[in-house]
């Protein structure tokens, strides 16, 4: 893709691997993860580079990666000019990377670099993607774990994709996946499902989530439901589909019991009062209205993504992007460098 910086691995090299960490006010985390990753990926004997992806943070994050970029040439900075959320971070990754492989990572610690060997593994196997799916449910609510369970659910049908249940962003694809990722430029991004969607040949491995390390999480029931919605409504259209059979059958029973009042008042006509006064109308109006509520909402919802797609902004801004390597000096320009506000389209 035109614009893209495309840099160069430790040496000059393409490294193997890339790990893209997005990341929002974590500065008590950057630091023991970069260490985790270092002595995880030195065991292994590869080249590899470590992209934090800063997302607007508001604390001294940006600070403890460059501060980390002293003793860990590795390490490169992108900062976005505002929080643009993670899916755009993660993006801003996926424009960014030279490795054959990427891992993606959350800075608050709960995801262990220690799994990265499994992953390597798998893929050197020939699997084109590795999920990492959280096994252990401590520390999750049950009305949380419930919500989760339901969402997979319904998200694998009616959008048509299927995701591995409980599986994160956490995980391994090989850089022809990242590739299909980094033509997919939609507004509204969910990444799980788009790279079930994209194919490839997929696994997964279990893992324990470790309790958060630092700062608090930013997942808050709204942000979850606005994620799950554009999970399932930016991948298919089985909603209005199914709001439409429901519209075909209230008319149908709604028709039903016009007849049934029909007959009556024409038989019966001393009892067909009885039992179908105002309250079954107002009762009727009621649900007839709800519906029509519901289906303009929906409408709504796809017609606003068509509108926030046709504007053609960009995914994200780039504010900085930075690397410490003696052979990607150039990276470091000035902030407002054609090359640097771009979202890679």
């Given at each position: 893709?035109?614009?893209?910086?495309?840099?160069?691995?430790?040496?000059?090299?393409?490294?193997?691997?890339?790990?893209?960490?997005?990341?929002?006010?974590?500065?008590?985390?950057?630091?023991?993860?970069?260490?985790?990753?270092?002595?995880?990926?030195?065991?292994?004997?590869?080249?590899?580079?470590?992209?934090?992806?800063?997302?607007?943070?508001?604390?001294?994050?940006?600070?403890?990666?460059?501060?980390?970029?002293?003793?860990?040439?590795?390490?490169?900075?992108?900062?976005?000019?505002?929080?643009?959320?993670?899916?755009?971070?993660?993006?801003?990754?996926?424009?960014?990377?030279?490795?054959?492989?990427?891992?993606?990572?959350?800075?608050?610690?709960?995801q262990p670099p220690e799994l990265f060997?499994?992953?390597?593994?798998?893929?050197?196997?020939?699997?084109?993607?590795?999920?990492?799916?959280?096994?252990?449910?401590?520390?999750?609510?049950?009305?949380?774990?419930?919500?989760?369970?339901?969402?997979?659910?319904?998200?694998?049908?009616?959008?048509?994709?299927?995701?591995?249940?409980?599986?994160?962003?956490?995980?391994?694809?090989?850089?022809?996946?990242?590739?299909?990722?980094?033509?997919?430029?939609?507004?509204?991004?969910?990444?799980?499902?788009?790279?079930?969607?994209?194919?490839?040949?997929?696994?997964?491995?279990?893992?324990?989530?470790?309790?958060?390390?630092?700062?608090?999480?930013?997942?808050?029931?709204?942000?979850?439901?606005?994620?799950?919605?554009?999970?399932?409504?930016?991948?298919?259209?089985?909603?209005?589909?199914?709001?439409?059979?429901?519209?075909?059958?209230?008319?149908?029973?709604?028709?039903?019991?016009?007849?049934?009042?029909?007959?009556?008042?024409?038989?019966?006509?001393?009892?067909?009062?009885?039992?179908?006064?105002?309250?079954?109308?107002?009762?009727?109006?009621?649900?007839?209205?709800?519906?029509?509520?519901?289906?303009?909402?929906?409408?709504?919802?796809?017609?606003?993504?068509?509108?926030e797609q046709s504007k053609g902004r960009?995914?994200?801004i780039v504010r900085e992007d930075r690397?410490?390597?003696?052979?990607?000096?150039?990276?470091?320009?000035?902030?407002?460098?054609?090359?640097?506000?771009?979202?890679?389209?």
């Open positions: 893709m035109e614009g893209l910086w495309q840099g160069s691995g430790v040496g000059g090299a393409s490294p193997e691997l890339s790990v893209i960490v997005p990341m929002h006010n974590e500065e008590g985390s950057v630091g023991l993860l970069a260490e985790r990753i270092r002595r995880v990926l030195d065991a292994e004997g590869i080249t590899y580079e470590v992209i934090f992806v800063d997302d607007g943070s508001t604390d001294g994050s940006v600070a403890a990666v460059e501060r980390l970029a002293r003793t860990m040439a590795e390490v490169r900075l992108v900062r976005l000019a505002r929080n643009f959320g993670k899916e755009a971070a993660m993006l801003a990754g996926y424009d960014r990377v030279c490795g054959r492989a990427v891992i993606v990572l959350d800075a608050d610690l709960q060997p499994e992953m390597l593994a798998r893929w050197r196997s020939g699997y084109d993607v590795v999920h990492a799916v959280r096994a252990d449910t401590a520390g999750i609510s049950r009305i949380r774990r419930l919500a989760s369970s339901a969402f997979y659910w319904v998200n694998g049908q009616l959008a048509g994709v299927r995701i591995p249940a409980h599986a994160a962003d956490f995980g391994l694809m090989d850089r022809a996946v990242v590739e299909v990722l980094r033509q997919c430029r939609e507004q509204h991004r969910f990444n799980r499902a788009l790279v079930a969607w994209a194919g490839f040949r997929n696994t997964a491995i279990t893992y324990n989530a470790a309790p958060r390390h630092a700062g608090r999480t930013h997942w808050s029931w709204g942000r979850l439901v606005g994620y799950a919605m554009d999970g399932i409504l930016s991948f298919s259209v089985r909603p209005l589909r199914l709001l439409g059979l429901l519209g075909g059958f209230v008319s149908a029973m709604s028709f039903a019991y016009l007849t049934l009042v029909a007959i009556l008042r024409i038989g019966w006509p001393d009892r067909a009062g009885a039992g179908f006064g105002y309250a079954s109308i107002i009762g009727m109006i009621s649900l007839l209205g709800g519906f029509q509520l519901l289906g303009i909402w929906l409408l709504g919802e796809y017609i606003g993504r068509i509108y960009p995914a994200y690397a410490w390597r003696a052979d990607a000096a150039e990276s470091s320009r000035p902030v407002g460098h054609p090359s640097r506000i771009t979202d890679a389209a």
